[in-house]
């Protein structure tokens, strides 16, 4: 529904910007409820923040949108920082479930990696991790995708190691 016009261009009510809110779950903006917000923009980051880190150029194609690959590279760093506190040393990832990208990341964009231990085998952790986009000009803090990870620990030859109990 076209709102008031800004230079020119139709301003949807949708497209308005939210301010930032700091949440007592955690330390982090998110977007003020609105009865138009999707369910994307109204849920909070499930986890713990694990890795941060800025888009830049170099990681974008030239539309300016951050290759999926590099974000799932993200993911794939936060998790094994995750799960190599929890296994006390070196582990590698064994699998990636399924993964569907939301939302773009765009240059300029800080992407908040969250991640959740979801179980702990004899030799593997499965993480759940979602990837979060702080946006540069708005400060909105957006869902761009979310899966699973199982990491496997190894030890000092490279082979699978039983995860020490917590």
Same mark, same amino acid.
């Not at 139709?10 to 977007?31: G, I, K, W």
């Not at 794939?76 to 070196?90: F, K, Q, V």
């Given at each position: 529904?076209?709102?008031?016009?800004?230079?020119?261009? &139709?301003?949807?009510? $949708?497209?308005?910007?939210? &301010?930032?809110?700091?949440?007592?779950?955690?330390?982090?903006?998110?977007?003020?409820?609105?009865?138009?917000?999707?369910?994307?923009?109204?849920? /909070?980051?499930?986890?713990?923040?694990?890795?941060?880190?800025?888009?830049?150029?170099?990681?974008?194609?030239?539309?300016? $949108?951050?290759?999926?690959?590099? /974000?799932?590279?993200?993911? $794939?760093?936060?998790?094994?920082?995750?799960?190599?506190?929890?296994?006390?040393?070196?582990? /590698?990832?064994?699998?990636?479930?399924?993964?569907?990208?939301?939302?773009?990341?765009?240059?300029?964009?800080?992407?908040?990696?969250?991640?959740?231990?979801?179980?702990?085998?004899?030799?593997?952790?499965?993480?759940?991790?979602?990837?979060?986009?702080?946006?540069?000009?708005?400060?909105?803090?957006?869902?761009?995708?979310?899966?699973?990870?199982?990491?496997?620990?190894?030890?000092? $030859?490279?082979?699978?190691?039983? /995860?020490?109990?917590?």
């Amino acid at each position: 529904m076209p709102g008031r016009s800004v230079s020119g261009h &139709q301003v949807c009510r $949708d497209c308005r910007q939210y &301010q930032t809110r700091l949440t007592s779950r955690a330390a982090y903006p998110t977007m003020e409820p609105d009865n138009n917000m999707t369910d994307t923009a109204k849920s /909070v980051p499930a986890g713990e923040l694990t890795l941060r880190t800025l888009a830049m150029p170099a990681d974008a194609n030239p539309a300016g $949108d951050i290759f999926g690959g590099w /974000v799932m590279a993200q993911m $794939d760093l936060a998790s094994g920082i995750r799960a190599a506190e929890r296994a006390h040393g070196r582990v /590698v990832t064994a699998a990636v479930k399924e993964m569907a990208f939301e939302l773009p990341v765009k240059i300029g964009d800080t992407l908040n990696i969250y991640t959740q231990i979801a179980k702990v085998g004899r030799t593997s952790i499965t993480l759940t991790v979602e990837a979060w986009a702080q946006r540069a000009r708005h400060r909105a803090l957006e869902k761009v995708t979310a899966g699973t990870f199982i990491m496997v620990a190894l030890d000092e $030859d490279g082979k699978p190691k039983p /995860v020490p109990g917590e």
